[in-house]
């Protein structure tokens, strides 16, 4: 499987990714307002958005998958009544303590979980949440196909999917914009700031060899969502993909 500019072997990979997260999560988040321009805040919103937590007293037990520190569920947390519930599962021991500290200092640890754990081997049982959510997360995901299972296998029938995901821009020169910006700033960004651009040069390349808006549909489809559609934001630079277990 492709690494960065490297082929590497599947076991490989993931420890290869696990790396690069423990090194930045400290600054993980600065990082991320900075290489897009403050511009994740306002995806990761309209993808709350879409999952529309219930305001009122119903309760809801969502996951949040390759949660890292914490933005997805503290914005769920934050747009849902008070029994909505958010467990966080992370590859990344660093990634999930950055997010424990955040969320004690917000005051919401008491309605987030933070947990370890691998996307492609959930230590959830069957049918036990609400809502999925992956943001930013999938691409790091040695098998795809195997997250997306477990994903359909830890819903309750009547449960939404939802990732959030870097995708292909399909705006005429914004396109050629993004691959220059993104092959030269973002590493050099990543230099400045963490020390080292190679990290940033695999964040790039894993987002080029993700699949396609309509192929990644249909793997969705494969594992067996129902409904399944998707939306572009900012010219498909990230899409939502979103589907049901029925
Ligand atoms: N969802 C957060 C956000 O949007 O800010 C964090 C996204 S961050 C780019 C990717 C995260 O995926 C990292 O925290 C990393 O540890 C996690 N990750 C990578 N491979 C994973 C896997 N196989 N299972 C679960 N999490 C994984």
């Given at each position: 499987v492709a690494f960065g500019f490297r082929r590497v072997s599947e076991d490989q990979k993931q420890g290869l990714v696990n790396e690069v997260f423990s090194k930045v999560a400290e600054r993980y988040d600065q990082m991320n307002d900075l290489m897009s321009g403050g511009l994740h805040r306002l995806w990761k919103d309209d993808f709350v958005a879409l999952l529309?937590?219930?305001?009122?007293q119903a309760s809801f037990n969502h996951l949040d998958v390759?949660?890292?520190?914490?933005d997805i569920a503290f914005r769920i947390l934050r747009a849902g009544g008070p029994n909505v519930r958010v467990t966080v599962a992370d590859i990344s021991p660093e990634m999930v303590a950055e997010g424990r500290k955040r969320a004690e200092a917000e005051g919401l640890l008491g309605r987030c979980g933070f947990t370890v754990g691998n996307a492609e081997t959930l230590a959830f049982p069957d049918k036990s949440f609400d809502g999925y959510t992956i943001a930013f997360g999938?691409?790091?995901?040695?098998h795809i196909d195997r997250a997306l299972r477990e994903a359909y296998r830890v819903l309750k029938p009547g449960g939404h999917f939802l990732c959030l995901e870097f995708s292909q821009v399909d705006v005429p020169l914004m396109d050629k914009i993004y691959d220059a910006y993104s092959f030269t700033a973002v590493p050099a960004i990543g230099k400045v700031v963490t020390g080292d651009g190679h990290p940033y040069r695999y964040l790039v390349e894993s987002i080029r060899t993700f699949p396609k808006q309509d192929d990644f549909k249909a793997m969705i489809e494969d594992a067996g969502f129902a409904n399944v559609s998707y939306r572009n934001l900012t010219g498909g630079v990230v899409a939502i993909h979103s589907g049901w277990r029925i």
């Open positions: 529309n937590p219930p305001r009122g390759a949660g890292g520190t914490g999938i691409r790091n995901v040695t």
